[in-house]
């Protein structure tokens, strides 16, 4: 009796064990995975206020020379982009207007990024006017006392009326005072503008003024900034970008000024500050960092400005003083931050924020521009890039799987050992090393494939969530867009009914096909386990269904061509090791038989 209760007691335990196991596992998986949707579904940064909220949220200026910059009312975008005192702007990849009023760039659209999917949307807004819901614009001035300077209000003079690639305008203001004010603003190829903001002293006696740049934008209409993704405030100093401040930090713990506003300043050599969404970004670039200085301020409600300044200098009569920086406004496209990061900008292309999953993230993207290049579509390309990790990964597979073979073959001796010293587990222990050192056998070699894939599945996830050039790209019938979740949604019968299932339960056609090729592989898998194992490895496939449904259907579509390389893979392995596939069988059926001895 006591013989029979200690086996009893031992196969509970060990079931117990097993089923701790398992269940950690699931729930590190689904942890792991679903922890980002959830995050940023049902816990969203605050920068998600409704746009309506802009009214009355413009009220206290920035600094002394941008006063006033009092906007009580929200202001409607095509009637201020309707104005006369505009310079319009008609580059290769950017559009839109400078304003003479306050010379703000306040009007930059993206000619080749539309607001939407949607074959009628137009281009994206990124840059808006003072007082607008999209509230977004730089301004170059000066800070002095004594005499009068340029500020908010004040009208500029053009000596042009379109600012191109090839034709730079100049904005001149002169204060009646002997002092006249200049911007010499010029735009390459992509996004980057060039503002030579000078001062020319016509009066008798010298002037000390500071040369600024800011940048100032409302936080309601910012992407939401999560553990993953970083989105708000951004800054390259002393040679590395800081990705630790948040719009809210800045209300927080900024330094609080005799105007009210809160001042956070960036100690260090500025290569170049400015806010970050997911896929676009303004900043602003000193020519010369030497004596530059970078801020970030608030003041008001949900308003922001990234700051540059210069030391004060003198500037005598007669004589003239000029500061040149450079105006990031555009898409994050990763080839063209590296060009620009190429030309001097330090760590220009750490701006898309790759992560700890750099290192593979990077040249992951760059074999998917490549084979976007010879197929034409990114979803062949994934499909492709798949196929490539599953061959270098294919060596790997074939160890795990004469591991498994050999774990199998010394099955009987395993359990004679565990017999032997089932009362002596450090001896056990020391056995069992030993009969794998005899064996040669790696009893952890059957889980590096899985350790591998870890790293793989989240650098395509950044890729797939940061990458622009992936933003709206489609695949072929539903899918017009792989960086969004499948939008076949079944609650929904595929659209037909006028709602949107929330989050998980908007199960898709490819989260159906991911949970289905996931228990197909569980069902070749011959592997011995006892009837919970059985159980719980039969639910996972359909529980990672409703975890992975929010996410990109490129992504998904990875998951699902790489589920498919595995099966015809385990249909290859199995076949070349055919004792494996029957021993494990002939397992199974023991076990099952001895399961329902257990139940009778």
Known sequence: MTGAGDELTGRERTLDNQRNLILAVVLSLALIVGWDF??????????????????????????????????????????????????????????????????????????????SVEADSGPVQFMAPLGTPLQHFARFGWEGSGIALPAGDSVWTADGEVLTQDNPVTLSWDNGEGQVFTQTISIDEHYMLTIEHGVTNNAEGSIALRPYGLINRT??????????????????????????????????????????????????????????????????????????????????????????????????????????????AGAKESAVMDQYEQAGIPKFGLAIDWGWFRWIAWPMWQVLIFLFGLVGNFGLAIIGLTVIIRLLMFP????????????????????????????????????????????????????????LQIPIFFALYKVLRLAIEMRHEPFYGWLHDLSAPDPAKILNLFGLLPFDPPGFLGIGILAVLLGFTMWLQFKLNPAAMDPMQQQIFMIMPWVLMFVMAPFAAGLLLYWITSNILTLAQQKYLYSKHPQLKAQAEKEAAEKARAAQADKG
Not at 55 to 77: C, K, N
Not at 397 to 419: D, G, I, T
Not at 425 to 449: S, W
């Open 38 to 115: 959830v995050m940023s579904r049902f816990f969203p940064e605050p920068a998600e206020t409704p746009a309506e909220a802009v009214a009355g949220a413009h009220g206290t200026p920035l600094t002394s020379s941008d006063a006033p910059l009092e906007v009580d009312v929200e202001l409607d975008l095509a009637a201020e982009l309707a104005s006369d005192q505009r310079v319009r702007i008609d580059a290769p990849e950017l559009e839109g207007s400078i304003n003479l009023v306050g010379a703000r760039i306040d009007d930059i659209e993206l000619k080749k990024h539309r607001e």
């Open 219 to 328: 936080a309601l209409t910012a992407d939401p900034s999560n553990f993953n993704v970083h989105s708000g405030p951004i800054a390259a100093i002393d040679d590395a970008v800081d990705f630790d401040w948040d719009y809210e930090d800045i209300n927080d713990d900024g330094q609080l000024t005799e105007n009210g506003s809160r001042v956070v300043s960036m100690p260090g050599t500025v290569g170049w500050i400015g806010f970050t969404d997911i896929y676009w970004m303004s900043a602003l670039i000193p020519t010369d960092a030497n004596g530059a200085s970078a801020s970030f301020v608030t003041a008001g409600t949900d308003r922001y400005a990234a700051r540059l300044a210069y030391e004060a200098s003198t500037v005598a009569s007669g004589q003239s003083l000029s500061h040149t920086t450079r105006l990031f």
């Open 396 to 451: 790997i597979a074939q160890k795990q799987f004469a591991s498994m073979a050999q774990m199998r073959a010394v099955q009987p001796k395993m359990k004679a050992l565990q017999e032997r010293y089932k009362d002596d587990k450090p001896q056990l222990q020391q056995e069992m090393a030993k009969l794998y050192k005899e064996e040669k056998i790696n009893p952890l070699a059957g889980c590096l494939p899985i350790f």
